[in-house]
Nanobody, 124 residues
Framework: VQLQASGGGLVQPGDSLRLSCAAS????????MGWFRQAPGKEREFVGA????????RYADSVKGRFTISRDNAKNTVHLQMHSLTPEDTAVYHC??????????????????WGQGTLVTVSS
């Protein structure tokens, strides 16, 4: 499955932003969909994942309560809704598809399809 992330941009602290991950060549409903981010000079970081078949979501502590992942199966798209953004959220955000178990959903190696990334910059 090929993934295309979009929706990044420049926002101010406290703003909200929604990222999208559209797929081609496969149905996203068949995959666990993860979001990862990488800030300049830092390692890639798990943001969150939405499991298959309504089995819930998992989020990094740094975004829990502010970020929400959802599926739009009709549009074969996954969204990352971000609220209360801070400069620490500045990064390139990538979506990824795989089939990890819930306990392994934070591990990048469990995903075998990756989108190209979309830049989110939070700055006043």
């Amino acid at each position: 499955v090929q993934l295309q992330a979009s929706g990044g941009g420049l926002v101010q602290p406290g703003d909200s932003l929604r990222l999208s991950c559209a797929a081609s060549g496969g149905r996203l409903s068949a995959y666990v969909m993860g979001w990862f981010r990488q800030a300049p000079g830092k390692e890639r970081e798990f943001v969150g994942a939405i499991m298959r078949w309504g089995a819930g979501e998992r989020y990094a502590d740094s975004v829990k309560g502010r970020f929400t992942i959802s599926r739009d199966n009709a549009k074969n798209t996954v969204h990352l809704q971000m609220h209360s953004l801070t400069p620490e959220d500045t990064a390139v955000y990538h979506c990824a598809a795989g089939t990890p178990a819930f306990s392994a959903a934070a591990a990048p190696r469990m995903y075998n399809s990756w989108g190209q990334g979309t830049l989110v910059t939070v700055s006043s």
